[in-house]
């Protein structure tokens, strides 16, 4: 059975927070990402880490497949996304 947390990411995936991820691409502050949304702080930052390693695995199969331009695509939405609290290794400092 499912949990009915809220914020529980595993359980339901959080399509609602395209906006949010396109607002950090596009160099928004993660205080006012936070304010955009309900979702718990360290939702966030897992869904921008999920994206990461989508990311990282569609640039390897582009790269498998030969189409440098999905690889270049990925490469830069890496970079976009991989800035401030969402690229750090661990959020307990």
């Known amino acids: 059975m499912a949990s ?4 529980d990411f595993v359980s339901r995936p959080r399509f609602g927070l395209m906006e949010v991820v396109y607002e950090w691409a596009q160099g928004m502050s993660f205080a006012r990402i936070v304010e955009m949304t309900d979702v718990l702080e360290g939702t966030i930052v897992r869904v921008m880490g999920r994206l990461d390693e989508c990311c ?3 640039k ?3 790269r498998i497949v030969g189409d440098p331009e999905l690889y270049g695509k990925m490469e ?3 970079e976009l996304i991989r800035r401030d609290i969402c690229a750090t290794a661990s959020l307990y400092m």
């Open 4 to 7: 009915s947390d809220s914020n």
């Open 76 to 78: 830069k939405c890496q």
């Open 60 to 62: 390897g199969a582009a």
């Open 56 to 58: 990282r695995e569609v």
